[in-house]
C-alpha cells in the first residue's frame, strides 16, 4: 500500500518528466510501450487487470520483480508487439488474454505456472509458447484458436473446466496431461494428421473431437456427458478401460478409415448411440459388455455384423441399415424388439444404398424417438456439432466468452 502524498508524488514526477506515472494499483495498469512494462514489471503484485495498448511494442520485457496479476493479462488487436516476457511472473488470477496478435513471435514466460483461463486466438505468428518445466500446471480453462502454434507441450494441467483446442494448422501432436475436465473439450480442424494422446485422462464430462488421426485414451474410466467423433481419419478407437458414458450420447459419425470400434468394458450409454457413415467399418464387434442404452440406437453404415451380445435395456427405438449384408444379425436384433429395446426395431434392412447417406444422431435419454431428426436428448448434439466445426473468430470468440463464463 502506498500513502496518498507517495502516489501523489509520483504522479508530480510523471507529469514533470511528461509521461503519466502508472501505479501499481492502477485499474487497469495500461501498457503503452516498453517504459510502461519496466515500470509494470517493478511492482511485486498487480491486482488488477494488465491492459496492452494496440500500438504497445515491439519487443516487451517486463521488469523482473512481477511475480503476480491478480487480473488478466490482455493484449489485444495489436499487430505490433514481436515478443513479450516476464522472467518473474509467477500467477495470473484471471485470464492471459492474446486475441488478434498477430506479429507475435516470442512468448517467454518461464516462472508462469498457474492462470485463471488462457485464451489465445489468431496468433497467427507464434510458433509455440517458451514456458519452463513444468509450465502451467493451472488452469481452469484452455482455448487455443486460430494460431500458428506446433507446440503447446508447455500447458501441463491436470484439472480443467473446458479446453478447446481448433484451427491451428500447425499442430500435429496434442499430449496432454489431463487427468479430469469436468465441462466440454473440443478439438476440431487442426493439422492434418494430428494425434491426439492423453494418457491420464480418467473422467470427463463431455468431449467432441473432429479431424483427429489418432486418439488415444488408455486410462479413461468414465464420461460424465457426451462424447462424439466426427470426421476423423483414425482407423480404430479404442478405449479398453471405459465402463460408462453416464448422461449422454455416443456417437461415430463420418470417420471413413475407421475400421474397429473396441470398448470392451462399456456397460451403459445414458443417451443415444450412433455409429453412422463409417464406410470402412465392417463390423460391431467391440462392444461386447453394453447392457443399457438410456435413448435410441441408430446403427447405419456398410457392416456384415453387428452384434451387441449383451444388450438387455434399451429406452428408445433401435435402427440399423447396412449397404451389406446383416441379415443374420437382424434375427438375433429383431428378437429384442419391443421388450429389451423398448421403443423397438424400427428398422433392421440389409442391402439399403442410402445407408450412409443419413448422418443426422439417434434420440438422446428423454425420449428417444430417434428415428433421425438428430436431437439428442442432452447437450443438443447437432447445435454442438456445428459449433465445433465453425471456424470462423467469432464463434471462437463467442466460445471463449462462454468459457469465460464459467471461471
Ligand atoms: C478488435 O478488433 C475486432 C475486429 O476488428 C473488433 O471487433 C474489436 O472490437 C476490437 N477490440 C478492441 C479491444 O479493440
Ligand atoms: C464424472 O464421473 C466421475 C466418476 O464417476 C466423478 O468422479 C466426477 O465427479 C464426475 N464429474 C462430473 C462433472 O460430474
Ligand atoms: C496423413 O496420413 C496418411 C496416412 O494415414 C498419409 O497418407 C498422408 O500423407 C498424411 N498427410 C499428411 C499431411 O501428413
Ligand atoms: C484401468 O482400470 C483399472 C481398474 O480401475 C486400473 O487398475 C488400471 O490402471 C486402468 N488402466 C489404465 C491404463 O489406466
Ligand atoms: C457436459 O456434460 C454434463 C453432464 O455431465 C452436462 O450437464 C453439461 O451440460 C455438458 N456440457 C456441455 C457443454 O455439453
Ligand atoms: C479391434 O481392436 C481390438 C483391441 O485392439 C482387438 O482385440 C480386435 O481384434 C480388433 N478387431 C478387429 C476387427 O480388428
Ligand atoms: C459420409 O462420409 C464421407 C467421408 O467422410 C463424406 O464425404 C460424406 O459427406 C458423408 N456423408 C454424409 C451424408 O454426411
Ligand atoms: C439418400 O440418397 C437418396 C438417393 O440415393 C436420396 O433420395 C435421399 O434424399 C438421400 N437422403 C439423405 C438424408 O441425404
Ligand atoms: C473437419 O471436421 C468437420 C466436422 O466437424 C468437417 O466438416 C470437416 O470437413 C473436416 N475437415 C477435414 C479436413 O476433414
Excluded at 516476457?85 to 514466460?109: A, D, K, M, Y
Excluded at 467399418?281 to 452384434?307: W, Y
Aim: glycine fraction near 10%.
Amino acid at each position: 500500500m502506498y500513502s496518498k502524498e507517495l502516489v501523489s508524488a509520483i504522479a508530480a514526477l510523471g507529469l514533470v518528466s511528461g509521461v503519466a506515472a502508472l501505479g501499481c494499483r492502477d485499474d487497469p495498469v495500461e501498457i503503452k510501450n516498453q517504459a510502461d512494462a519496466t515500470q509494470a514489471g517493478n511492482c511485486d503484485s498487480i491486482p488488477n487487470d494488465v491492459v496492452f495498448d494496440s500500438m504497445a511494442g515491439v519487443d516487451i520485457i517486463f521488469g523482473s520483480r512481477l511475480t503476480k496479476i491478480g487480473g488478466s493479462l490482455i493484449v489485444r488487436n495489436n499487430s505490433v508487439i514481436h515478443s513479450l516476457q516476464s522472467s518473474s511472473l509467477q500467477t495470473i488470477g484471471g485470464t492471459f488474454e492474446l486475441n488478434n496478435v498477430i506479429s507475435l513471435t516470442s512468448l517467454v514466460f518461464p516462472k508462469l505456472t498457474e492462470v485463471g483461463a488462457i485464451q489465445w486466438i489468431t496468433l497467427s505468428a507464434l510458433p509455440e509458447p517458451t514456458f519452463g518445466t513444468p509450465g502451467i500446471t493451472k488452469a481452469k480453462s484452455v482455448l487455443v484458436a486460430d494460431t500458428f502454434v506446433a507446440n503447446l507441450d508447455g500447458i501441463n494441467v491436470q484439472e480443467l473446466t473446458d479446453m478447446n483446442i481448433n484451427n491451428n494448422d500447425r499442430l500435429s501432436k496434442f499430449s496432454t496431461s489431463i487427468k479430469s475436465l469436468s465441462n466440454a473439450l473440443y478439438v476440431n480442424n487442426n493439422a492434418l494428421n494430428m494425434s491426439m494422446e492423453m494418457p491420464n485422462l480418467e473422467w470427463i464430462a463431455n468431449m467432441t473431437i473432429a479431424n483427429v488421426s489418432s486418439f488415444s485414451v488408455p486410462s479413461l474410466k468414465t464420461v460424465n456427458g457426451s462424447m462424439r467423433f466426427d470426421s476423423n481419419y483414425f482407423p480404430q478407437f479404442l478405449a479398453p478401460n471405459l465402463t460408462e458414458i453416464h448422461d449422454g450420447d455416443l456417437s461415430f459419425v463420418s470417420n471413413p478409415q475407421l475400421q474397429n470400434i473396441s470398448i470392451p468394458l462399456l456397460k451403459k450409454v445414458g443417451g443415444g448411440l450412433t455409429v453412422a457413415n463409417n464406410t470402412d467399418l465392417e463390423k460391431i464387434d467391440g462392444l461386447d459388455s453394453l447392457e443399457t442404452v438410456g435413448g435410441a440406437i441408430k446403427m447405419r453404415g456398410s457392416f456384415n455384423a453387428i452384434d451387441l451380445p449383451k444388450l438387455d435395456n434399451v429406452v428408445g427405438t433401435a435402427e440399423f441399415v447396412s449397404t451389406g449384408d446383416i441379415k443374420k444379425s437382424c434375427e438375433q436384433l429383431e428378437k429384442l424388439s419391443g421388450n429389451i429395446i423398448q421403443g423397438k426395431v424400427t428398422a433392421c434392412d440389409s442391402n439399403n444404398d442410402r445407408a450412409n447417406n443419413d448422418t443426422s444422431e439417434a434420440g438422446g435419454s428423454n425420449g428417444g424417438s430417434g428415428s433421425g431428426n438428430g436431437n439428442g436428448g442432452n447437450g443438443d448434439s447437432a447445435a454442438s456439432l456445428a459449433s465445433a466445426s465453425m471456424s470462423t473468430v467469432v464463434t471462437l470468440a463467442a466460445l471463449g466468452g462462454l468459457v469465460a463464463a464459467f471461471l
